[in-house]
């Protein structure tokens, strides 16, 4: 052993014999966050977890139901039975439910005959039948009434999801309502009555085209059938088959929901700050009073079969990729615990066994490991984006010895110390996250694991040993694997024809009697805590340069940002470079040594644009900043180039440029910042193909070099104080005679046309995406109070556009409205408009659109809802002792010495009505639109949108800008 790793060796036996790592730490992974847990006498399991943080409370109502239990002759019913949960009760969002029911008896019927019925002439007819009395029945309708009050309450991110093995409803609380909440749940899971049926049958549809033609939603649907073959895991998808969803049974639904929701297959899980003894209380009052009909199911642990295995899937794009799938059932909580740990020993991004055999050799773009949990199986996903000369064969051989590594226990020990360190510090991170406690909650109840046995898992990341992942490799992962790869092709994408349905004419009436009794006053009455400023030390030096410092008086962690304002724009070759630095090592070690170093430290760095500014960022446990920020600035200005790096880094990036013209994602963010930006965006100014090729490796490690001179705001998150930071740690960047200043650098100017345009791009898709943007350019400075009542009125499904695009006519899958206030005070405000529409509806889509964008009729009712809903959730806000320092900059950057948030909140109360409509008028009247237009252009009628504004033709060449 030489001298300089044994040193290494010496030092990190010191590091992990410290204090806090064999202290707090261990007592950490010993009970990261309590759980009191109940069962009741009818069934019903509850959670909940204190977390004193701030005053709400995240909840989750898990149903232990899914995909795999649908009927056989009626898959996608949990799916769509979870969008029916919305709609309301007996109670909620009807005028007259004596009188609404029977023309939803009548409805349901009319489905079971025309699911029954082959004949196309016969089905039309019962279909227009189906539709005639819908018509009637929606005039007892009050849309979305439901949401609305969840709003009042002021409660937040009110959502609902369905996966194979389970469907949950999600929201976020305020801590003083869980009451009122509770109340309302209860008549949601007690007495769902599914109306506006047809018209929520279309969004489904359309969530089912859009997932036809998108690239992930058809690989992950293949890989799961590999590797659940003959399971319901694999047979079955949220989504449902063509021929089931085309022939919907409501009696089904109902009958669905009679055996499912039922409380011993339900579990109420909280976290946030609450009295469990008050809220258990509430639950055993309310959900306790739900009939008991049978008992828990019982989980059965699969017996482990090994899948040994070889394919391919097909993908519409060249994009290529191997995976790697290891089914393991899920036996117990340290078998997974250990599986977490071997996936990181695989690939962590540091130092992983795959990070170096792959990535760091430049065979592979990217690797990544991941566990996907289902209640009785958890798969390892190892994803391999290889260059064009890896093969399958190659990586698996790869794979495998590194699972002999293991197995062998052939791991040098500061290796596997230095993720159980991170792990341990990720868990310091995470652990007063509430959705993360939500997360581990529910996996408990899926499981049918206690919290006790919950806990060992979290004991196992402080105690497994290499022997231990020795085991799991020679037990659960020989002979195991699914190999996969990706093929392009160009699949044959079938559509559901959707029949036409009439535009629904809602109850005048705005309120049911329900919602007008209802209670909405809180248990106590909480205030926000806005950011103190007086926390943050500021100094500018002569340079420019300014430090920004605040103690972190949470937790042994340190944030730490270095910030070039508008440093996007230093270079077109910038991403290039920084990617090529990713690979690089120094004059003292190589790129995976250096890595590891940071690893060992439990330091993440990271070099990015976010927006207009670049920001080179760094996280991890105090003790260790100063050793990590000397490295940080070592392995930029003594970065080491490479010939063969290079080279073969330039070939891989131009590769991964062709393939963004398959990307989805990246066309459509191209699309919208072109109709924004046109030519002046950031994604124009980067370099093209054939400057990339011209570009030296040398020119690459000048630019890094730089990066540490250009103005920076510096900032701090940690238990330095300030004078030593100053002094000390950052003496160089205060000293420098002169910095460069990047505020000239940017590009950027937003469209000013005065005239409606559409910018169409023609692409393979089964709909119509339209996104609207209208820089508002206001004389003087908007009040951002209006912007916090506007978003609110806006919000989801409370939204009157929604309900004016999806609700009444099923034209839009999506249908949202946004006001963004700008970043800077010099920028527009942008008002957004996003519409997914079926391509056979674009004219009655776009003629709904614009009547509704351009008379909203806002009623004094909904006006007051939003603004109280606004007050409500912004009560919620504690800023005090937590990280300020994004709120601080985000105040300097509109020029505010207060926090934002208060002063929109100190004027919300005073907002009236009239003052709020002369503002909605006013944004329209300084509007605009671009309109970025995406779809099929066989489908897509252009007389249609001629009629409406300009049209410029685009192809992908042109908005990638590359």
Same mark, same amino acid.
């Given at each position: 052993?030489?001298?300089?790793?044994?040193?290494?060796?010496?030092?990190?036996?010191?590091?992990?014999?410290?204090?806090?790592?064999?202290?707090?730490?261990?007592?950490?992974?010993?009970?990261?966050?309590?759980?009191?847990?109940?069962?009741?006498? $009818?069934?019903?399991?509850?959670?909940?977890?204190? #977390?004193?943080?701030?005053?709400?409370?995240?909840?989750?109502?898990?149903?232990?139901?899914?995909?795999?239990?649908?009927?056989?002759?009626?898959?996608?019913?949990?799916?769509?039975?979870?969008?029916?949960?919305?709609?309301?009760?007996?109670?909620?969002?009807?005028? $007259?439910?004596?009188?609404?029911?029977?023309?939803l008896d009548q409805i349901q019927n009319l489905y079971e005959d025309y699911r029954q019925t082959t004949n196309e002439s016969e089905r039309k007819q019962i279909y227009a039948k189906i539709d005639a009395i819908s018509l009637e029945a929606a005039k007892f309708v009050i849309p979305n009434e439901f949401s609305r009050m969840h709003s009042l309450l002021g409660i937040t991110d009110s959502n609902a999801f369905t996966s194979n093995d389970r469907t949950y409803y999600v929201a976020t609380v305020p801590s003083n309502q869980i009451k009122n909440f509770l109340q309302l749940e209860l008549e949601r899971f007690k007495d769902p009555v599914f109306r506006t049926f047809h018209t929520e049958l279309e969004s489904v549809f359309e969530e089912r085209n859009l997932r036809v033609t998108d690239l992930y939603s058809n690989l992950f649907k293949q890989y799961h059938s590999i590797m659940f073959p003959s399971h319901a895991y694999g047979d079955k998808s949220p989504i449902g088959t063509d021929e089931h969803l085309k022939n919907p049974s409501i009696k089904k639904i109902q009958k669905f929901y009679e055996d499912n929701y039922i409380p011993s297959n339900i579990a109420i899980c909280m976290s946030g700050d609450m009295d469990p003894d008050e809220v258990i209380g509430e639950i055993k009052k309310t959900f306790g009073s739900l009939t008991s009909k049978i008992p828990p199911k019982k989980l059965e642990i699969p017996v482990h079969k090994p899948l040994e295995a070889e394919s391919k899937i097909t993908i519409n794009s060249n994009k290529k990729l191997f995976i790697f799938g290891i089914k393991i059932p899920k036996v117990s909580p340290?078998?997974?615990?250990?599986?977490?740990?071997?996936?990181?020993?695989?690939?962590?991004?540091?130092?992983?066994?795959?990070?170096?055999?792959?990535?760091?050799?430049?065979?592979?773009?990217?690797?990544?490991?991941?566990?996907?949990?289902?209640?009785?199986?958890?798969?390892?996903?190892?994803?391999?984006?290889?260059?064009?000369?890896?093969?399958?064969?190659?990586?698996?051989?790869?794979?495998?010895?590194?699972?002999?590594?293991?197995?062998?226990?052939?791991?040098?020990?500061?290796?596997?110390?230095?993720?159980?360190?991170?792990?341990?510090?990720?868990?310091?991170?995470?652990?007063?996250?509430?959705?993360?406690?939500?997360?581990?909650?529910?996996?408990?109840?899926?499981?049918?694991?206690?919290?006790?046995? *919950?806990?060992?898992?979290?004991?196992?990341?402080?105690?497994?040993?290499? @022997?231990?992942?020795?085991?799991?490799?020679?037990?659960?992962?020989?002979?195991?694997?699914?190999?996969?790869?990706?093929?392009?092709?160009?699949?044959?994408?079938?559509?559901?024809?959707?029949?036409?349905?009439?535009?629904?004419?809602?109850?005048?009436?705005?309120?049911?009697?329900?919602?007008?009794?209802?209670?909405?006053?809180?248990?106590?009455?909480? @205030?926000?805590?806005?950011?103190?400023?007086?926390?943050?030390?500021?100094?500018?030096?002569? #340079?420019?340069?300014?430090?920004?410092?605040?103690?972190?008086?949470? %937790?042994?962690?340190?944030?730490?940002?270095?910030?070039?304002?508008?440093?996007?724009?230093?270079?077109?070759?910038?991403?290039?470079?920084?990617?090529?630095?990713?690979?690089?090592?120094?004059?003292?070690?190589?790129?995976?040594?250096?890595?590891?170093?940071?690893?060992?430290?439990? @330091?993440?760095?990271?070099?990015?644009?976010?927006?207009?500014?670049?920001?080179?960022?760094?996280?991890?446990?105090?003790?260790?900043?100063?050793?990590?920020?000397?490295?940080?600035?070592?392995?930029?200005?003594?970065?080491?180039?490479?010939?063969?790096?290079?080279?073969?880094?330039?070939?891989?990036?131009?590769?991964?440029?062709?393939?963004?013209?398959?990307?989805?994602?990246? *066309?459509?963010?191209?699309?919208?910042?072109?109709?924004?930006?046109?030519?002046?965006?950031?994604?124009?100014?980067?370099?093209?193909?054939?400057?990339?090729?011209?570009?030296?490796?040398?020119?690459? *490690?000048?630019?890094?070099?730089?990066?540490?001179?250009?103005?920076?705001?510096?900032?701090?998150?940690?238990?330095?104080?300030?004078?030593?930071?100053?002094?000390?740690?950052?003496?160089?960047?205060?000293?420098?005679?002169?910095?460069?200043?990047?505020?000239?650098?940017?590009?950027?100017?937003?469209?000013?046309?005065?005239?409606?345009?559409?910018?169409?791009?023609?692409?393979?898709?089964?709909?119509?995406?339209?996104?609207?943007?209208?820089?508002?350019?206001?004389?003087?400075?908007?009040?951002?109070?209006?912007?916090?009542?506007? $978003?609110?009125?806006?919000?989801?499904?409370?939204?009157?556009?929604?309900?004016?695009?999806?609700?009444?006519?099923?034209?839009?899958?999506?249908? $949202?409205?946004?006001?963004?206030?700008?970043?800077?005070?010099?920028?527009?405000?942008?008002?957004?408009?996003?519409?997914?529409?079926?391509?056979?509806?674009?004219?009655?889509?776009?003629?709904?659109?614009?009547?509704?964008?351009?008379?909203? %009729?806002?009623?004094?009712?909904?006006?007051?809802?939003?603004?109280?809903?606004?007050?409500?959730?912004?009560?919620?806000?504690?800023?005090?002792?937590?990280?300020?320092?994004?709120?601080?900059?985000?105040?300097?950057?509109?020029?505010?010495?207060?926090?934002?948030?208060?002063?929109?909140?100190?004027?919300?109360?005073?907002?009236?009505?009239?003052?709020?409509?002369?503002?909605?008028?006013?944004?329209?009247?300084?509007?605009?639109?671009?309109?970025?237009?995406?779809?099929?252009?066989?489908?897509?009628?252009?007389?249609?949108?001629?009629?409406?504004?300009?049209?410029?033709?685009?192809?992908?060449?042109?908005?990638?800008?590359?």
């Open positions: 052993m030489n001298v300089l790793h044994f040193l290494q060796r010496v030092i990190l036996l010191i590091f992990l014999m410290l204090p806090f790592h064999c202290n707090a730490l261990y007592d950490l992974l010993y009970e990261p966050f309590y759980v009191h847990e109940y069962h009741l006498e $009818n069934g019903l399991s509850v959670y909940l977890s204190v #977390n004193r943080k701030e005053p709400i409370v995240k909840t989750s109502i898990l149903v232990n139901v899914g995909s795999a239990e649908d009927p056989e002759d009626a898959t996608g019913l949990a799916h769509y039975l979870e969008h029916l949960m919305f709609k309301g009760t007996s109670k909620i969002g009807t005028t $007259n439910f004596e009188k609404e029911k029977p023309l340290s078998v997974l615990a250990d599986a977490q740990t071997l996936s990181l020993l695989l690939s962590n991004g540091s130092n992983g066994l795959l990070d170096e055999s792959l990535y760091y050799s430049q065979k592979a773009s990217s690797v990544s490991v991941s566990i996907t949990e289902w209640k009785d199986y958890f798969v390892l996903n190892i994803w391999v984006e290889p260059n064009k000369t890896l093969t399958l064969s190659e990586t698996k051989s790869l794979l495998l010895s590194a699972f002999q590594k293991i197995e062998k226990e052939e791991i040098a020990d500061e290796t596997f110390q230095s993720i159980k360190t991170n792990q341990r510090l990720n868990l310091l991170k995470q652990k007063d996250d509430n959705d993360y406690r939500l997360q581990e909650m529910s996996e408990a109840f899926l499981s049918n694991w206690s919290y006790d046995l *919950i806990l060992k898992k979290f004991q196992s990341v402080n105690q497994s040993k290499i @022997s231990d992942l020795s085991h799991i490799v020679k037990e659960y992962i020989i002979k195991n694997i699914v190999s996969i790869e990706t093929i392009p092709g160009k699949p044959n994408f079938v559509y559901i024809n959707k029949p036409p349905i009439s535009k629904l004419q809602f109850s005048d009436d705005e309120e049911s009697k329900f919602k007008k009794d209802f209670s909405y006053e809180p248990s106590d009455s909480i @205030s926000p805590q806005f950011a103190d400023f007086s926390q943050i030390q500021s100094k500018i030096y002569p #340079n420019g340069n300014q430090i920004i410092h605040q103690k972190n008086k949470q %937790n042994s962690l340190f944030k730490f940002k270095m910030i070039i304002e508008q440093g996007a724009w230093i270079s077109p070759y910038l991403a290039i470079s920084v990617d090529y630095w990713k690979h690089l090592g120094t004059d003292l070690y190589t790129a995976g040594a250096l890595s590891t170093k940071f690893y060992l430290l439990g @330091s993440s760095i990271n070099i990015q644009t976010n927006g207009e500014a670049l920001e080179i960022t760094m996280e991890g446990e105090d003790e260790h900043f100063v050793s990590s920020f000397r490295l940080l600035e070592h392995s930029i200005k003594s970065v080491a180039s490479s010939k063969e790096v290079w080279e073969n880094h330039v070939d891989n990036y131009l590769h991964n440029l062709d393939l963004m013209k398959e990307d989805e994602r990246e *066309i459509d963010s191209a699309l919208h910042e072109y109709a924004l930006y046109g030519q002046n965006s950031l994604r124009s100014f980067q370099a093209s193909k054939s400057d990339l090729k011209q570009f030296k490796s040398s020119e690459a *490690i000048s630019l890094l070099g730089s990066l540490l001179k250009y103005k920076s705001k510096i900032t701090y998150y940690g238990n330095l104080d300030f004078d030593t930071l100053e002094s000390t740690v950052l003496q160089e960047y205060t000293k420098l005679t002169s910095t460069i200043d990047p505020s000239h650098l940017s590009k950027k100017q937003y469209r000013s046309s005065k005239e409606s345009t559409f910018f169409v791009l023609s692409r393979n898709r089964p709909h119509v995406e339209l996104n609207y943007f209208s820089p508002v350019f206001p004389s003087d400075r908007l009040d951002q109070a209006y912007f916090s009542i506007y $978003n609110s009125l806006y919000n989801g499904l409370t939204s009157p556009f929604f309900v004016a695009m999806r609700e009444q006519t099923g034209n839009a899958y999506s249908a $949202n409205v946004y006001l963004s206030y700008p970043q800077f005070t010099k920028e527009p405000v942008i008002w957004f408009v996003n519409l997914a529409c079926q391509a056979d509806k674009l004219a009655n889509c776009l003629q709904d659109a614009n009547q509704s964008l351009e008379s909203p %009729n806002i009623t004094n009712l909904r006006f007051e809802e939003a603004k109280l809903s606004a007050i409500q959730s912004t009560n919620t806000i504690r800023k005090s002792n937590i990280y300020l320092i994004d709120e601080f900059i985000r105040a300097q950057r509109l020029e505010l010495s207060e926090d934002p948030d208060q002063l929109s909140y100190e004027r919300l109360t005073e907002i009236q009505w009239k003052d709020f409509v002369d503002f909605t008028k006013k944004i329209k009247d300084l509007s605009s639109f671009q309109i970025s237009v995406i779809g099929d252009p066989k489908k897509m009628n252009r007389q249609v949108l001629r009629s409406l504004g300009k049209v410029e033709e685009l192809t992908e060449a042109k908005v990638l800008g590359k």
